[in-house]
């Protein structure tokens, strides 16, 4: 049977459904009823998911929980975060109730300049693509006054125009790099509209445009956030630990394998914020991860130092995000996650996000030097499996009991358990 379609995004959503279940399930009815399990009762509700994107044939749900006691910069936080990974949340809580009592985090914006370009291919000679640039510069800039309109009142738009000139890269390439001030919005479609508009304004016969587009590369869009206290304050073994700590910082800095997965624990806590929020994760990942190979290696986000014996912990990264536009006024539970926030701006969340990255870095590099990360995580992932068997809250009692000071293995937890459902 072939398994194409065409005007399937005209289907209704049960044609969609009925299409899947019978071209691609051996129990139909089942596929069918998981998609349904997941619908929301609320059918406005469902018909606000459902128009998010195309083709919706159900929600996938995603954990949503809290990490309480974060300080930042002396105010109180709960931080919400939607993530699937078992320990993120318990790890994220943990660190943020051991810095509460040595001074909190500090976080600070760097910048929030915010890059597109238009890239456009030009054979003629170098000066007058100059002149022609300025002499039309308040010309774009004017194409985009329609757009900017609202934005310039909050403060924001358009920073500046640059003609770059690329042809030692690419022959004949050019681009027109452009710079925003988005405020609170994360402004990708602000952008993308001026920018498709500044385009418009330049086209001429012998200029070709490719492509009009933001960049997700954000080095000019950043926030840094740092942890610090006396060797003494960091508690057992105080001085073996601020020593391993370090090390293993400075082994994500020359070493890329350990780099990437350094950042991607941080990321742990970065993107589980960023989705409560309604915030767009690809983006942020993105940029991120081009930071931090920004020196043509690729390093570790967070930096550690120790000296006249205060331990200092911090990380610089960049971050597009918004507290207004997009999903995050949209979905129920982004506006919950930004209400729990008190109503951040834009900056706000971008120190936020910074402390939740550098605390989930902090409680893996803590297990890590220590007691090793697999402790942890497979008393949460125990959880994961029993569930998984279907254990009943007796069974998983008894079970966690029994896993207290033994390796979890998948095997062992399957073992034990069918031996306290024969026993039961
Ligand atoms: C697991 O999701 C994240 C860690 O691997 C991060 C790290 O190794 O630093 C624990």
């Known amino acids: 049977m072939t398994k194409t379609v065409s005007g399937f995004s005209k289907f209704t959503k049960q044609q969609k459904i009925d299409w899947l279940a019978k071209t691609f399930f051996a129990d139909a009815e089942t ?21 998010f994107i195309e083709n919706t044939i159900s929600n996938f749900y995603l954990p ?28 994220a809580s943990l660190v943020a109730k051991f810095w509460s009592t040595r001074g909190g985090f500090k976080t600070k914006v760097i910048s929030t300049t915010k890059i597109g370009q238009v890239h456009f ?39 500046d125009i640059e003609l770059r000139d690329k042809t030692a890269n690419l022959e004949n390439y050019h681009q027109l790099y452009v710079t925003f001030e988005t405020m609170d919005s994360m402004g990708a479609n602000f952008i993308n509209s001026c920018l498709e508009a500044i385009a418009r304004e330049f086209r001429k016969d012998d200029i070709e445009i490719v492509m009009s587009i ?27 630990f601020a020593k391993k700590f370090y090390q293993a910082v400075q082994i994500a800095k020359v070493e890329p394998y350990r780099a990437v997965t350094h950042n991607k624990g941080i990321m742990n806590g970065i993107d589980a914020v960023v989705l409560a929020t309604g915030n767009d994760f690809r983006a942020v990942e993105a940029g991120a991860h081009a930071y931090a190979g ?34 995050t006024g949209l979905h129920p539970l982004a506006r919950l996650s930004l209400e729990m ?32 990360i697999q402790q ?39 073992e034990e358990f069918q031996k306290v459902r024969i026993k039961a």
């Open 31 to 51: 596929a069918k009823k998981t998609l349904q399990t997941y619908w929301n009762k609320d059918e406005q509700l469902q018909k606000l998911h459902d128009e």
């Open 64 to 91: 949503y929980g809290v990490a309480p006691n974060f300080i930042i910069n002396g105010k109180d936080y709960v931080i919400p975060m939607a993530v699937e990974e078992s320990s993120v949340v318990a790890a």
């Open 121 to 159: 291919i030009y054979e003629g000679d170098t000066a007058s693509l100059k002149t022609y640039f300025n002499k039309i510069k308040s010309r774009l800039i004017g194409a985009t006054d329609a757009i900017t309109k609202n934005m310039r009142k909050r403060g924001g738009g358009i920073l």
């Open 214 to 240: 933001l960049s997700n590369y954000i080095p000019e869009c950043l926030v840094m956030a740092e942890v610090s206290c006396t060797i003494e304050e960091l508690g057992e073994n105080a001085a073996e």
């Open 294 to 327: 920004r020196d043509g290696q690729y390093k570790s986000l967070t930096d550690c130092s120790i000296s006249d014996g205060i331990f200092r912990f911090w990380i610089e990264i960049p971050l597009a995000l918004g507290t207004v536009g997009g999903l």
């Open 341 to 372: 926030l008190q109503k951040p701006s834009a900056k706000e969340l971008m120190q936020i996000v910074a402390a939740a990255g550098l605390a989930q870095n902090f409680a893996a590099l803590r297990a890590l030097v220590t007691t090793g």
């Open 376 to 414: 942890g995580h497979m008393k949460m992932h125990l959880q994961n499996i029993l569930n998984q068997l279907g254990a009943s809250e007796d069974e998983k009692e008894q079970l966690i009991l029994l896993f207290k000071n033994r390796p979890v293995t998948y095997n062992a937890v399957v």
